[in-house]
């Protein structure tokens, strides 16, 4: 059993930045994959980022690419989202999933799931 939860979320202007957090706690954190899914309400969650386990291949949404980092810190048990040039568009929440496959490519791999954090995007 793997617990996530997410900080970092928040209000800020087109163009700025944040940086997400997912602290995982229980089962060692090495062994799962990590990524990163957003949702708007009312719509299906979608895939942004997801990193192996040692952290030696990550992979992106189209839509984030260039824009956004993925990253994780082992020894702490935390997984990281910089985003940067945010647009409106990203405004959702994200949340954190870990699983045991090799990456998270899609929401029916993930095997934990954080409680969200609200990211908004002003224009």
């Known amino acids: 059993q793997v617990q996530l939860v997410e900080s970092g979320g928040g209000l800020v202007q087109a163009g700025g930045s944040l940086r997400l957090s997912c602290a995982a706690s229980g089962r060692t954190f090495s062994v799962y994959a990590m990524g990163w899914f957003r949702q708007v309400s009312g719509k299906e969650r979608e895939f942004v980022a997801t990193i192996t386990l040692t952290g030696g291949y990550t992979d992106y949404a189209n839509f984030v690419k260039g824009r956004f980092t993925i990253s994780r810190d082992n020894a702490k048990n935390t997984v990281y989202l910089q985003m940067n040039s945010l647009k409106p568009e990203d405004t959702a929440v994200y949340f954190c999933?870990?699983?045991?496959?090799?990456?998270?490519?899609?929401?029916?791999?993930?095997?934990?799931w954080g409680q969200g954090t609200q990211v908004t995007v002003s224009s």
């Open positions: 999933a870990a699983s045991t496959t090799t990456v998270i490519l899609r929401p029916s791999a993930a095997q934990y």
